[in-house]
């Protein structure tokens, strides 16, 4: 069973920065890739990135690019998600979500809930102005 703990939400003033982790423990296939989704009081659950674990793999919703960076330690089983330049429209509980196995052809549909696996818990992400 595939299990994901996010961590490192946190109340933060615009322009700053906050990286999140996301554990992830249970994976069963050599190459699966890691979410991360966001979702704000009233809306939609929103796709911000994704990294397959050999990299090749990486993408970025629009509205964030520039200012959020994805990475991972595969050693540690471990994605983060640098969060650079907040503003206050970035406020929601953030989401990993694991795609085990993945394939290079699901990538017109990383921003898909349906696609994930398995999700984990959430982190609060406070952006004040």
């Known amino acids: 069973e595939v299990q994901l703990v996010e961590s490192g939400g946190d109340l933060v003033q615009a322009g700053g920065s906050l990286r999140l982790s996301c554990a992830a423990s249970?994976?069963?296939?050599?190459?699966?890739?890691i979410g991360w989704f966001r979702q704000a009081p009233g809306k939609e659950r929103e796709g911000v990135s994704c990294?397959?674990?050999?990299?090749?793999?990486?993408f970025y919703a629009d509205s964030v690019k520039g200012r959020f960076t994805i990475s991972n330690d595969n050693t540690k089983n471990t994605v983060f998600l640098q969060m650079n330049s907040l503003k206050p429209e970035d406020t929601a509980v953030y989401y990993c979500?694991?795609?085990?196995?993945?394939?290079?052809?699901?990538?017109?549909?990383?921003?898909?809930?349906?696609?994930?696996?398995?999700w984990g818990q959430g982190t609060q992400v406070t952006v004040s102005s």
């Open positions: 990294i397959s674990n050999n990299n090749k793999d990486i």
């Open positions: 249970g994976l069963t296939f050599d190459n699966y890739a």
């Open positions: 979500a694991a795609v085990d196995p993945w394939y290079s052809s699901y990538a017109p549909q990383w921003t898909r809930p349906a696609m994930y696996d398995a």
